[in-house]
């Protein structure tokens, strides 16, 4: 069992910078594959970044390339997505959670409670 708690969400300008965090509970979570996703209102919920259980893989989605940065410190039992450039359709809620894998499926198990980000033009 792993619990996922999400922080460092906030307004921020068009073309400034967050980075979020996700603190998770349990002595499992070294050994999960890790991702955030996002849902914006009236939006399906969709995938941003994934990393795998020693972050030795990650992916993106096409939209956050080059501008986000997922990863993660086992040892503290926490996932990162530093946040660059960013624009007004990165406006969302965002999600951590983990999947039951040490390698990147696309299948999640566990969910935090999200965190919004706001991004003003």
């Known amino acids: 069992q792993v619990q996922l708690v999400e922080s460092g969400g906030g307004l921020v300008q068009a073309g400034g910078s967050l980075r979020l965090s996700c603190a998770a509970s349990?002595?499992?979570?070294?050994?999960?594959?890790m991702a955030w996703l996002r849902q914006a209102p009236g939006k399906e919920r969709e995938f941003v970044a994934a990393?795998?259980?020693?972050?030795?893989?990650?992916s993106y989605a096409d939209s956050v390339k080059g501008r986000f940065t997922i990863s993660r410190d086992n040892a503290k039992n926490t996932l990162y997505l530093q946040m660059n450039s960013l624009k007004s359709e990165d406006t969302a809620v965002y999600y951590c959670?983990?999947?039951?894998?040490?390698?990147?499926?696309?299948?999640?198990?566990?969910w935090g409670q999200g965190t919004q980000v706001t991004v003003s033009s």
């Open positions: 959670a983990a999947e039951s894998t040490p390698s990147i499926r696309g299948r999640y198990d566990y």
């Open positions: 349990g002595r499992t979570f070294s050994t999960y594959a």
């Open positions: 990393i795998s259980w020693r972050g030795g893989s990650t």
